[in-house]
T-cell receptor
Framework: GESVGLHLPTLSVQEGDNSIINCAYSNSASDYFIWYKQESGKGPQFIIDIRSNMDKRQGQRVTVLLNKTVKHLSLQIAATQPGDSAVYFCAEVSGTYKYIFGTGTRLKVLA | NAGVMQNPRHLVRRRGQEARLRCSPMKGHSHVYWYRQLPEEGLKFMVYLQKENIIDESGMPKERFSAEFPKEGPSILRIQQVVRGDSAAYFC????????????FGPGTRLLVL
């Protein structure tokens, strides 16, 4: 289930189940959104992006959904694997280059 | 390795010393961004540079912090007279252009100020 810890919210998922990580963004003018995965001690790794003229985009085992009405972004990971354990950040971009990152969600995959 | 390179990966400094963090962008990228990350937090934008130009330094403290991206060589983030509050992970990202291009991140430099 999902819980809020002292710092990062944590989502615990059984291996093989699907994961859904949510993100509320702040600026209704944002028109480009990106999901990053950050493993411990490493830099953020690009997963998938979506522009505001779309509401869904699929990659390999991942899907991003964008709901501009409620300023909500979600990342769905199919058949979650132990290697998916990491912190996931969404970033929004309005204008050209300045990324605004969310606080992140820690995904824990249970064997 | 065509990815973004950062060095050093770990840097320990005593209060009052200088810290120099280096970033080599991905091959073919001429836009560099620096971000700072505190433990259990998201990344915060500091500065955006193109070759020989600072485009936006609105996220960088006015004092003690400076950044450059010379014509030749890596981008440098310089912190003078470090204080304990400067302890953080500093990430560099690069993109091919500055217009809603995906930014690719390096592995970061973890600065610890004693």
């Amino acid at each position: 289930g999902e819980s809020v810890g002292l710092h990062l919210p944590t989502l615990s998922v059984q291996e093989g189940d699907n994961s859904i990580i949510n993100c509320a963004y702040s600026n209704s003018a944002s028109d480009y959104f990106i999901w990053y995965k950050q493993e411990s001690g490493k830099g953020p790794q690009f997963i998938i992006d979506i522009r505001s003229n779309m509401d869904k985009r699929q990659g390999q085992r991942v899907t991003v959904l964008l709901n501009k009405t409620v300023k909500h972004l979600s990342l769905q990971i199919a058949a979650t694997q132990p290697g998916d354990s990491a912190v996931y950040f969404c970033a929004e971009v309005s204008g050209t280059y300045k990324y605004i990152f969310g606080t992140g969600t820690r995904l824990k995959v249970l064997a | 390795n065509a990815g973004v390179m950062q060095n050093p990966r770990h840097l320990v400094r005593r209060r009052g010393q200088e810290a120099r963090l280096r970033c080599s962008p991905m091959k073919g990228h001429s836009h560099v961004y620096w971000y700072r990350q505190l433990p259990e937090e998201g990344l915060k934008f500091m500065v955006y540079l193109q070759k020989e130009n600072i485009i936006d330094e609105s996220g960088m403290p006015k004092e003690r912090f400076s950044a450059e991206f010379p014509k030749e060589g890596p981008s440098i983030l310089r912190i003078q007279q470090v204080v304990r509050g400067d302890s953080a992970a500093y990430f560099c990202a690069s993109s091919a252009s500055g217009t809603q291009e995906t930014q690719y991140f390096g592995p970061g430099t973890r600065l610890l100020v004693l």
